[in-house]
C-alpha cells in the first residue's frame, strides 16, 4: 500500500504528462499481480467499492475529533480524504498487523457488508500511515482526482511495456480487474488477450473544433451533428453460438442497461459508431432534446413506462466491423458504403443512417450551416472522404463544426469548491436569472451550474469575491451577495421538471465576469424561454 500511496502523492505534485507516464509505469514495473492490476482498476476508474461511502468516512472522524475541526478543516482544505487523513489520531495501542496491501485491501473492502464497513475501514486506517490513509480513502471511494485519465493509464501502461496503446485498448472491455493475462501479454508470458468472442470498447474516432478553417469539399463531405450522446454498437458471436450485444459510451463507460430496447434490436455481428437519440420532434423535427435522453442516462433499471414514452434510436455514423471484417483501415467513402449497405439488416425504427448535407462549395455550405439553430440541430460535421478510422483526434481528418453558442447574463448565487489544482478555490459557480424584473418583485432562481471557460487569474478573481461576500455556508457551498454578474454562454435551454426554475441549460460555460452590469439588469427566465429552440 505504501508504494501505492508514494505513487498518487507524486502524481499529485506532477503537471508534466510525460512525468506522469513515467512514474505510472516505473510503478506498473515494480509491483507485483495482483496490487498493480488494482491499482490500474483504481487509476482508470474500474474499482467499485459499494460498502464505502463519504459519509461513512465522515461519522468515522467525526466520532474521533472534533466536528466543528473537521469540518473547518474540510473547508480550508478542499478535499475529505486528504482532511481526514491528517486529522486521523495515531491508535493508543499500535497495531502490529503486516503492512497493508492494495490487493488486500481491496478483496476485504469488496467483500464488506454495510454492518462491518464501519470497524474494518477504522481498523485499516489505524494500520496506516497518514500517505497511505490518503491513498485508502481515495481508492475507496473511487475519486482519485489525481490528475490522471483513464486514458492516461491505459498509456503509461503501453509505454511501459513496449505495447500499442490502441491494443490496449481494445482488449481492456473485455477483461476484468486485476487484468492477470493483461500483464502477463505485458510481461511476454503469455498470448495477447483477444476480444474476438466478448463486445469489447474500440476508441472513437474524434474531431477537431473547426474554428477559421475552410475546407475544400472536394476532399471533405459533411453531415449534421446530432445532439445526443456518441454510441458504439457491438454485437459479437461466441463460439457456443451465443451472440451479445453492448452499448458504449464515448468514455468507454458501459450503458447497455440504460438502452435495453436498442441493445435488444441490434443483433447483426458488427461494431457501428453512431448518436443515441430518444424520439421526439426537435431535432429537425427528428428526435427529442438532449434533456428528453438526460432521463434515461445512468439509469440501471428503466421502466416500461419510459420505453414507451421516450423510446430511444441510434443514428449511425460510421462502420467499424461487419461481421468480423475490420474495416477501419479502409478510407471514409468504402465504410459509408459499406454502412448503406448494412444497415437495411437492422430494425428500421431503431436504427438510420445519418443523411449528409449536400453543398456546390463551402459558402453554400455555411448558409446551410445557420439554419442549425433554428433545427435545434447542433451542427456540422466535415470528415475527409479517404480518412480512416484511428483512435482520437488527429489534425486534418474529422472536423467539428458547432452552432453558434447562445449567451444570457446571469447573476451568481452559490460557490462551491472545486477538486484536484482547482480545491483551494471556490471555483464551482451556481447562476440564476430573475423570475420577473427586480423592481417588481422578482427573485433570483437557478438556472445552470459551471465551472468551465475562465482563466485561474479570474478564478482567483471570484474566490475572492465568494470568500468576502459570503452570506450561508452549507457545507462546501457558499451562498453569497447576489450582486455579480456572469455572462453564461450555453448550447440550448430546455424545460425541466428537476429545477425550480423550469429550465436547464445544456453545457454551460463562463464567458466574461460582468462587474460593469449590475445585478438587477441581469436576464429574467422570460428571457431564456424566447431562446428555447
Keep these: 500500500m505504501h508504494a501505492f500511496a508514494a505513487l498518487l502523492d507524486a502524481l499529485i505534485y506532477t503537471r508534466s504528462r510525460n512525468a506522469k507516464l513515467k512514474l505510472i509505469g ?25 460498502a464505502i461511502k463519504p459519509a461513512l468516512i465522515r461519522t468515522l472522524i467525526e466520532e474521533r475529533t472534533d466536528p466543528v ?27 502490529t498487523t503486516p503492512p497493508l496491501t492494495v490487493a488486500a485491501v481491496v478483496d476485504r473492502l469488496m ?10 475501514l477504522a481498523g485499516m486506517l489505524d494500520a496506516s500511515d ?43 472491455h473485455g477483461l476484468d ?34 474554428d477559421d478553417l475552410r475546407v475544400d469539399l472536394a476532399d471533405y463531405v459533411a453531415e449534421w451533428k446530432w445532439d445526443g450522446i456518441r454510441v458504439q454498437i457491438v454485437h459479437v458471436v461466441n463460439a457456443e453460438g451465443i451472440g451479445e450485444t453492448r452499448l458504449y459510451s464515448r468514455t468507454g463507460d458501459d450503458v ?3 438502452f435495453p430496447d436498442v441493445a435488444a434490436a441490434f443483433s447483426t455481428p458488427g461494431v457501428l459508431d453512431g448518436e443515441l437519440m430518444v424520439k421526439g420532434d426537435v431535432q429537425g423535427g427528428e428526435a427529442a432534446s438532449f434533456n428528453a435522453l438526460q432521463q434515461r442516462l445512468g439509469r440501471k433499471v428503466v421502466s416500461a413506462k419510459m420505453l414507451a414514452e421516450a423510446p430511444a434510436f441510434v443514428r449511425l455514423y460510421d462502420i467499424l466491423f461487419d461481421g468480423t471484417d475490420d474495416l477501419r483501415a479502409l478510407p471514409w467513402s ?50 475527409r472522404r479517404d480518412s480512416p478510422y484511428v483512435a482520437g483526434r488527429r489534425t486534418g481528418l474529422w472536423y467539428k463544426w458547432k452552432r453558434d453558442p447562445l449567451t444570457a447574463d446571469c447573476v451568481m448565487m452559490y460557490a462551491q469548491r472545486g477538486s484536484g489544482r482547482r480545491s483551494s478555490w471556490y471555483s464551482d459557480y451556481t447562476f ?49 451577495e447576489k450582486a455579480l454578474v456572469l455572462e453564461i454562454a450555453f448550447d440550448s435551454i430546455h424545460e425541466s421538471k428537476r429545477h425550480k426554475s423550469g429550465l436547464a441549460m445544456r453545457f454551460p460555460r463562463i464567458v466574461r465576469i460582468r462587474t460593469d452590469k449590475p445585478a438587477v439588469e441581469a436576464d429574467t427566465l422570460a428571457a431564456l424561454r424566447a431562446l428555447m429552440t
Excluded at 481526514?84 to 493508543?92: K, R
Excluded at 510481461?187 to 474524434?206: N, S
Excluded at 422578482?442 to 461576500?469: C, H, M, T, W
Aim: glycine fraction near 8%.
Design 256 to 258: 447497455t442497461r440504460a
Design 177 to 210: 480487474a486485476p487484468y492477470p493475462t493483461l500483464f502477463a501479454w505485458a510481461e511476454g508470458t503469455g498470448e495477447q488477450p483477444t476480444p474476438a468472442d466478448v463486445p469489447v470498447f474500440r476508441p472513437f474516432m474524434l474531431a477537431h473544433p473547426l
Design 432 to 480: 440564476g436569472c430573475w423570475t420577473d424584473a427586480p423592481e417588481e418583485g422578482g427573485e433570483l432562481l437557478p438556472v445552470g451550474k459551471a465551472y468551465q471557460g475562465i482563466s485561474d487569474q479570474e478564478i482567483a478573481q471570484l474566490d475572492k469575491f465568494v470568500r468576502q461576500n459570503t452570506l450561508n455556508r452549507f457545507g462546501p457551498v457558499r451562498e453569497v
Design 69 to 95: 475541526l473537521f469540518r473547518m478543516s474540510r473547508d480550508y482544505v478542499g478535499d475529505t480524504a486528504e482532511t481526514v487523513s491528517l486529522l486521523w489520531p495515531e491508535p493508543e495501542v499500535p497495531v
Design 26 to 50: 516505473d510503478y506498473l514495473r515494480a509491483t507485483p499481480d495482483p496490487d498493480r492490476g488494482w491499482a490500474m482498476a483504481a487509476l482508470t476508474g474500474d474499482l467499485d467499492l459499494p
Design 334 to 383: 468504402d465504410r459509408r458504403a459499406r454502412l448503406e449497405a448494412f444497415a437495411p439488416r437492422l430494425d428500421p425504427d431503431r436504427f438510420d443512417v445519418s443523411a449528409l448535407v449536400e453543398a456546390p462549395d463551402f459558402t453554400a455550405l455555411e448558409g446551410i450551416r445557420a439554419g442549425a439553430r433554428d433545427a435545434a440541430i447542433e451542427g456540422m460535421m466535415l470528415k
Design 130 to 172: 497518514a500517505e497511505e490513509r490518503f491513498a485508502l480513502l481515495k481508492m475507496a471511494t473511487g475519486a482519485l482526482r489525481v490528475g490522471v485519465s483513464a486514458r492516461l493509464a491505459k498509456q503509461a501502461l503501453a509505454d511501459a511495456f513496449g505495447l500499442d496503446v490502441d491494443a490496449v485498448e481494445e482488449v481492456w
Design 111 to 120: 467483500h464488506l457488508s454495510r454492518a462491518d464497513a464501519p470497524a474494518v
